[in-house]
């Protein structure tokens, strides 16, 4: 067996090469006129393009942007160079553009291969990438639901690299809770209205990069509605913008601080305050706003951008414990310790640990989760590309539907089990990877923050069972079923293996499908999304052995080292893995209320 290292420690090429071409078959997208410019040529240039770029300009201050995190002297947040530097390299490249439509500017290349691109920088340096994510994350809610004179004023520059966007939704006193928002925006005489109001945990919300930072802020009217419904959405800007483009004075928008965060340093997080008084831009109080789209559907409008965010989490959770999957695996190549059980003379020659059942265990767990959500990720992303280009009604529905359904599996699963394996690859460095000395414990930090941001795991799996399943009269699980049995029966004709593990993944599905009904007739809301997060980790093991049902098909009867490999991280997570749904269906199937009955003053 080959024992070559990969030729990168931040991800691998050939997986993405297989997942695209070989099972994904992205160049049939072509077929669609939004992608006949684009062929198999134009994808790998990208791919080596992005690749080239995340090797020399995000990975090497990877480490110095965890130690020498943001500081906020009182007035200005200070960044090491690095990132700026990195940041305009990435602008160069016309990378904030690669999905958009060509009307703007845009690349209209295909969402699964632009997910495999920008794969390689949150793989590389996520603390670094979040500012063109965030930017461009900013900029796609705008050109969908801005006018055009904003989409000149702010959208433009974005996309030309000189300016950054926020997302600035979270309070300090309402965080998941949205609704509960109390920024408020008063109708100015000019048009424009006055922000007043403190947020919190914003990520890029204050740095020297760029000529302007574009806040998209929540807020609420005077006579707005209670609730969610009375949540408009406001571009706030760090420095006015003129007609003609022209940077003006500076907004009222100040920090009273930034926060200190476990992991992904590099991404500044503030607590921005607008409206305190500190700049008067025209000699009124207020930080100036401009109002996207209708009052009152600020929180609809936000969702185009968290949604996106939503799937890039779980693609940033996925490359997080890839590369330290990759750095893992390389150490253990290279490690000597101890020698084979065999080895009768204590003077034999120490071998590499990877020589050892129990590491080829951890780092073939390593394998199968982050290949497992690789490939949810990128078969989401081709979801898109093709609810974008629906031939029909029909096709339009049906994909959206399952995209719907999979998207909060595709956040959350990633980042449980992207802990999981990012907790693995230091074990397997041992001692070595509990210190600064190695990438991996900041990687671990790093994908702490997974389970958190963009709706935590607990919200996910709320929207699952309670909005996407059960919300939607089960036709949302339907459409997964019938994709699972299609996949089923190409595994069955292969015979053998892939028989087998389909076999056990139709059990599994026909099982949570019971399950789900069982749910549905309890009749008590909170007793039937009491245990919903047990819901969404028995769901999402399903999903990713299908997804790993899938690539085994594409594997068919190839030969060679890769190919194996595929076989084996199948093996592991139909043998180790899928068997763990069992007692999480049974567990949902009794009704259990231990939790829902828990009571404060028993802690």
């Known amino acids: 067996m080959s024992t070559t290292a990969s030729p990168s420690t931040i991800l691998s090429a050939r997986d993405l090469q297989f997942m695209l071409f070989e099972w994904l078959d992205v160049e049939q997208l072509a077929e669609r006129p939004r992608f006949a410019e684009h062929d198999r040529e134009t994808y790998d240039a990208l791919l080596a393009l992005c690749e080239q770029l995340a090797t020399e300009h995000f990975a090497p201050h990877y480490r110095r942007s965890d ?9 200005r947040v200070h960044l090491i160079p690095e990132i700026a530097s990195a940041l305009e390299a990435f602008a160069k490249a016309d990378l904030l553009t690669l999905t958009l439509d060509e009307e703007v500017g845009g690349q209209q290349v295909p969402h699964v291969v632009a997910s495999a691109c920008m ?26 639901h801005g006018t055009p004179e904003q989409v000149e004023r702010f959208v433009t520059p974005m ?34 209205y006055r922000i007043f109001g403190s947020k919190m945990w914003i990520s890029g919300g204050d740095h020297e990069m760029g000529d302007n930072i574009v806040h998209l802020v929540l807020a609420k009217l005077p006579d707005a509605a209670p609730g969610s419904r009375g949540i408009s959405l406001f571009i706030v800007p760090k420095h006015l913008v003129g007609e003609d483009g022209s940077i003006g004075e500076r907004n009222d928008v100040v920090l009273a601080g930034i926060n200190h965060k476990l992991g992904s340093r590099g991404t500044v997080n503030t607590a921005p305050v607008f409206g305190g008084g500190a700049f008067l831009p025209g000699g009124a109080p207020g930080a100036v706003g401009h109002l996207v789209g209708e009052p009152g559907k600020g929180l609809s409008y936000m969702f185009h951008m968290m949604n996106a965010a939503r799937l890039g989490v779980g693609m940033s959770a996925t490359t997080t414990a890839y590369t330290a999957y990759l750095k893992s695996l390389e150490y253990a190549r290279s490690r000597p310790q101890g020698r084979r059980l065999a080895a009768a003379d204590p003077s034999a020659p120490q071998v590499p640990i990877i020589e050892h059942a129990d590491v ?16 949810l990720n990128l078969y989401c992303s081709r979801l898109l590309d093709v609810q974008a280009t629906a031939r029909d009604e029909e096709e339009r529905t049906e994909t959206g539907r399952l995209l719907d359904l999979l998207t909060p599996i595709a956040k959350s699963w990633p980042s449980q089990w992207g802990q999981e394996s990012n907790s693995l690859a230091i074990q397997v460095l041992g001692g070595s990877g509990y210190t600064r000395d ?15 941001h963009e709706g935590t795991h607990g919200i996910q799996a709320l929207d ?33 293996e892939p028989a087998a593990h389909a076999d056990a993944l139709q059990s599994a599905v026909d099982r949570l499908g019971e399950v789900t009904l069982a749910l549905a007739g309890l009749g008590d809301p ?26 085994l098909v594409a594997v068919g009867d190839h030969d060679g080292d890769f190919y194996d490999g595929k076989r084996a991280a199948a093996r592991y997570f139909f043998r180790w893995e899928l068997p763990k749904v069992g007692p999480m269906l049974d567990l949902l199937a009794s009704g259990d209320t231990t939790t829902l009955e828990m009571r404060d003053a028993w802690f």
């Open 159 to 192: 996309l030309e690299g000189r300016f950054f966007g926020t997302m600035t939704l979270s309070e300090p006193h309402a965080g998941s809770s949205l609704g509960d928002v109390v920024t408020r925006a008063v109708p100015a005489d000019d048009g424009t």
């Open 438 to 452: 190695y990438d991996v414990e900041a990687h671990w930090r790093d994908q702490r923050l997974n389970p958190i």
């Open 464 to 496: 699952l069972l309670g909005r996407k399943v059960l919300g939607g009269g089960g036709a949302s699980l339907m459409a997964l079923a019938a994709r699972i049995a299609d996949t089923v029966a190409r595994a069955r004709d292969l015979g053998g």
């Open 360 to 375: 080829r265990r951890m780092l073939l767990a390593q394998k199968a989760y982050v290949e497992g959500a690789l490939a």
């Open 67 to 75: 130690t020498e995190e943001p500081a906020f002297d009182g007035e």
């Open 119 to 144: 794969a390689w920088f949150t793989a590389a340096n996520i603390g670094t990438a979040a500012y063109s994510f965030l930017t461009v994350a900013n900029a796609g809610l705008l050109l969908a």
């Open 526 to 551: 909170e007793r039937t999304m009491a245990n919903a997060t047990v819901y969404l980790e028995a769901a999402g093991h399903v999903v990713v052995a299908w997804m790993w049902l899938e690539q």
